[in-house]
């Protein structure tokens, strides 16, 4: 069974046990724009009523999404508090899903789309891929909670307060990505990954990522603080600089205002 939205694109396999959501927003590095946010929600509605085993999130062949697009999100003003609410709300619903979620790694990852891969249960990268949230760098806060489930304190801060890039493999050591394929069986791998999982008792599945859950007492009481500081950042003049530089091509000077 298919279903199309603008940007998204449902397909199920022959049993219902595994679908896949695949976006597409037909931009450069197929980046996160407000309509896909939109269509993400009703989406993944769907494919809950659905019921299914395994639910992977890919974007395209040659990019998960590059995040935000920063064109876009500098000019939103007011309207960016929504933006990351919405974002924020998405995150929270994919993290609590009761079936296994699986986000399929291709090309850059960055920012709020490493954020959404972070929010399911496994990521599966292509060897060529990359992941980063760079937000330091321009300025905004770093989403911290969820990266820091896989890491350290001391890798995290190296990993946030550096804006660092990782290539699939070392994202894979530090216990980041679960899985990484060559790119020519990276499809392969994926299917035959998807389908292991889908063959598990999903009641048993369910009852034990909730208790990883609590065991690691997330919920959406951590989350407000994030979502606070990333519309406070982007009122700051080091967010102003940070995108004036990135436009420029040329290092930012902060001043903390």
Not at 2 to 15: A, G, N, P, Q, Y
Not at 20 to 32: E, P, S
Not at 187 to 203: S, Y
């Amino acid at each position: 069974m298919t279903k199309s939205f603008e940007t998204i694109t449902l397909t199920s396999d022959e049993k219902g046990q595994i679908i896949r959501l695949a976006f597409d927003t037909r931009t450069r590095g197929n980046v996160i724009t407000p309509v896909l946010l939109e269509e993400f929600h009703a989406a993944i509605e769907d494919a809950v009523a659905r019921k299914p085993r395994v639910l992977i999130l890919s974007g395209t062949e040659k990019s998960f999404s590059r995040g935000a697009d920063i064109d876009t999100i500098k000019s939103m003003g007011p309207d960016f508090q929504a933006y990351i609410a919405s974002e924020f709300k998405l995150f929270d619903i994919v993290d609590r899903l009761p079936f296994i979620t699986i986000a399929a790694l291709t090309g850059i990852v960055i920012g709020n789309a490493a954020e959404l891969a972070l929010a399911c249960d496994f990521r599966v990268a292509t060897e060529s891929s990359s992941f980063t949230l760079p937000e330091v760098a321009i300025g905004f806060v770093a989403p911290a909670l969820r990266i820091t489930r896989y890491l350290g304190i001391g890798a995290a801060k190296d990993f946030l307060l550096n804006a660092k890039m990782w290539k699939a493999e070392e994202a894979r050591q530090n216990g980041v990505v679960s899985r990484v394929f060559a790119d020519a069986e990276f499809e392969a791998g994926l299917a035959a990954f998807a389908q292991e999982l889908a063959d598990r008792p999903p009641m048993a599945l369910a009852a034990t990522k909730q208790g990883i859950a609590t065991a690691y007492g997330y919920g959406p009481a951590d989350y407000p603080g994030e979502e606070h500081w990333a519309y406070a950042t982007y009122l700051t003049e080091d967010v102003k600089e940070g995108f004036a530089a990135l436009a420029e091509k040329r290092k930012a000077v902060f001043t903390g205002k």
